[in-house]
């Protein structure tokens, strides 16, 4: 990941903010709020903020695919055991599974 440099002017108290408001949100890069003196919130544009997401959600399902992959592994060796469906769900494993085609899962 490609780290940029945070500049002076990406800083910006609450004050400066409500007076300044048009003249801060035209700037390109993040802007840093500060209350206090102390670091409160940041300000990003809809792209960027999309931006992060997509990289969240795609880093989330690398970490998950490799917890598979590391406990396939263990199991593969010995080292942990299965549960049955009853020991995860309970009762509940008793009761016919009923899909919803239209519930948003692929």
């Known amino acids: 990941m490609i780290k940029e440099k945070i ?3 990406q800083f ?3 004050t400066d903010l409500q007076r300044y408001t048009s003249k801060v949100l035209d700037r ?3 802007i ?3 209350k206090n003196n102390r670091p409160f919130k940041i ?3 809809i792209e960027d903020y ?3 997401i997509d990289r969240f959600e795609n ?3 690398k970490l998950i695919e490799a917890e598979a992959y590391i406990r396939i592994l263990e199991e593969s060796k010995g080292k942990v055991q299965k549960l049955s469906d009853y020991e995860v769900r ?4 008793n009761k016919p599974l009923i899909l919803n085609e239209n519930d948003g899962w692929e």
């Open 90 to 93: 309970g009762i509940k494993s």
């Open 12 to 14: 910006v108290s609450t």
């Open 50 to 52: 999309n931006k992060q």
């Open 43 to 45: 300000i990003i544009s």
């Open 28 to 30: 390109k890069k993040e």
């Open 59 to 61: 880093l989330n399902d």
């Open 7 to 9: 500049d002076n002017d």
């Open 32 to 34: 840093f709020v500060m």
